[in-house]
């Protein structure tokens, strides 16, 4: 019997939601199985835990994460309190607690799915973003706050270190694709320091990978070829931010925030890494049953790939292109279907394979 431990942190809003009707597939995937078994352990780490008690993550509480398999996160935000607490107290504890440096988003056409972007079915991608520094460093400051002279900075920091490791990760992931192709993101005409480096150690690892052909875009440009010529782009490394928003965008082209997945990983294994969908809270839809599981079941493929259960893994992304080409979809797809009857459907076939 394999036994995987898997810490499961629902979050707010539909992260709650979405991950409850996640568990239930990988469980109906342990059944069939037979040899494989899944020991859940749920934390209540969320706004509701933060606004009782004054903390979304107890004392000790990464140490213990620390000795979970893989982490299966939903989402964190609440309308009672400010968006930039509960992403840097919660969802950014773990990913730099846990140096998960490298956040992996895969972008698809699932079968049955509509785009509303002419030629979506050639998307393909993956993008990889840096995960640790960047934009994202919590550096910077305000000061004469409130007065009429105030003045905010938010200073990014880009690393030698971290800008490689991100750029080797994206040329190994790039190497592993039957394309082997790699587009640079950055923004280096008007900034002149942080992303000429990015670009500079982008060709320098590039000489390690003679195998893989690569170009370079600037982030505004490659909006546009995104939505132009999805067909020419393979994998994508971008930075915190930059493949923050482009990964959104991805996620709306090939249909629905509802659908995408997304890994962030700690490549050396020091610490678990770290599975959720992309999308948010969601305070429009919470609690109506209504929200789209699918982001969560490809999000549970992508852990088990993780957790070395490869065949599981294609056995689950099999049965989630089944149920999208079934046409039974919620209502960000065009459809009726609700949360528990997409997670029904998805769970009966299982079974039934
Ligand atoms: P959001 O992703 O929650 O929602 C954006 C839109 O997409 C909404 O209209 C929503 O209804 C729709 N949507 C998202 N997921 C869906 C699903 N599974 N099925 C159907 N429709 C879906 O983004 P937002 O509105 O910008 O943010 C809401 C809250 O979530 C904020 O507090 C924000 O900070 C937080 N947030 C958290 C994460 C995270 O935890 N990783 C990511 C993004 C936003
Ligand atoms: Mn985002």
């Known amino acids: 019997m394999r036994s995987h431990r898997i810490a499961v942190i629902p979050g707010d809003g ?15 995937l342990a059944e069939k199985s037979g040899d494989l078994r899944f020991e859940f352990v749920d934390f209540d780490w969320s706004s509701q835990r933060h606004l009782e008690k004054g903390e979304y993550i107890p004392a000790g509480g990464l140490d213990e994460l ?3 398999d893989a982490i299966y996160f939903g989402a964190v935000g ?14 950014l504890a773990i990913c730099q607690g846990f140096d998960q440096y490298a956040n992996v ?20 991608w993956i993008i990889v973003r840096e995960n640790s520094e960047g934009e994202y460093s919590g550096n910077g400051g305000r000061v004469h706050q ?3 002279d105030e003045v905010g900075t938010e200073v990014s920091v880009f690393t030698r270190k971290g800008v490689e490791r991100i750029h080797r990760f994206a040329f190994q992931l790039a190497q592993s694709r039957p394309r082997k192709q790699l587009t640079l993101v950055t923004k280096s005409n008007a900034q002149r320091y942080g992303m000429v480096l990015w670009d500079e150690v982008f060709f320098e690892v590039a000489k390690d990978y003679p195998d893989v052909s690569i170009d370079r875009e600037l982030v505004d ?3 546009t070829r995104m939505v132009l010529k999805p067909e020419t782009m393979d994998v994508i490394v971008a930075t915190n931010l930059h493949a923050d928003i482009l990964s959104d965008l991805a996620a709306a082209l090939s249909g629905s925030l509802g659908i995408a997945p997304t890994a962030n ?3 050396a294994g020091t610490f678990p890494s770290m599975f959720e969908p992309i999308h948010g809270s969601a305070f429009d839809i919470a609690g109506k049953g209504i929200a789209n599981p699918v982001g969560s079941f490809w999000t549970a493929a992508m852990m088990l790939e993780h957790l070395g259960e490869s065949t599981v893994a294609e056995r689950l992304m099999a049965a989630i292109e089944r149920l999208t080409a079934s046409g039974l979809q919620t209502k960000d797809l065009g459809g009726t279907a609700t949360t528990r009857d997409v997670t029904q459907a998805i769970c009966a076939d299982i079974e039934r394979q």
Do not use: C, M, Y
């Open 14 to 28: 539909i992260g709650q939601e979405v991950i409850e009707a996640g568990k239930k597939v990988l469980s109906a």
């Open 66 to 68: 620390s000795r979970f």
């Open 78 to 91: 609440s309308q009672d309190v400010p968006d930039h607490i509960s992403l840097w107290e919660l969802r």
């Open 105 to 124: 988003r895969p972008a698809r056409v699932l079968p049955g799915v509509n785009s509303r972007l002419k030629g979506a079915e050639d998307i393909d």
């Open 146 to 148: 409130g007065f009429p």
């Open 221 to 223: 440009a490659v909006t």
């Open 265 to 267: 990983l700690n490549p």
